[in-house]
Nanobody
Framework: QVQLVESGGGLVQAGGSLRLSCAAS????????VGWFRQAPGKEREFVAA????????NYADSMKGRFTISRDNAKNTVYLQMNSLKPEDTAVYYC?????????????????WGQGTQVTVSS
């Protein structure tokens, strides 16, 4: 079992930045692939980014490439999502998720554990 807690969300103006954190507890965190997803009101959950167990390989949704950066610190059991050049359409609840199986898939059903989410609101 892995417990995930997101933090770092908030209200920011368009063009601004936020860094989200996902703190893990429970089983050995470095054994898990971690992804970030987001969900806006009335929309399906959307893949944002994922990072492999060592942190050496990442995958991004096309609309986030160049603006968002995922990273992890296994010594701190934490994964980060640095978000720059934020747009109003980035407004959503952001979730981190962990999976035991390898691969950096975009399908949320491939992930085994989920946090409660953190709200990000970007004003125009």
């Amino acid at each position: 079992q892995v417990q995930l807690v997101e933090s770092g969300g908030g209200l920011v103006q368009a063009g601004g930045s936020l860094r989200l954190s996902c703190a893990a507890s429970g089983r050995t965190f470095s054994n898990y692939v971690v992804g970030w997803f987001r969900q806006a009101p009335g929309k399906e959950r959307e893949f944002v980014a994922a990072i492999n167990r060592s942190g050496g390989v990442t995958n991004y949704a096309d609309s986030m490439k160049g603006r968002f950066t995922i990273s992890r610190d296994n010594a701190k059991n934490t994964v980060y999502l640095q978000m720059n050049s934020l747009k109003p359409e980035d407004t959503a609840v952001y979730y981190c998720a962990a999976r035991w199986s390898p691969g950096l898939g975009m399908n949320p059903y491939e992930y085994d554990y989920w946090g409660q989410g953190t709200q990000v609101t970007v004003s125009s």
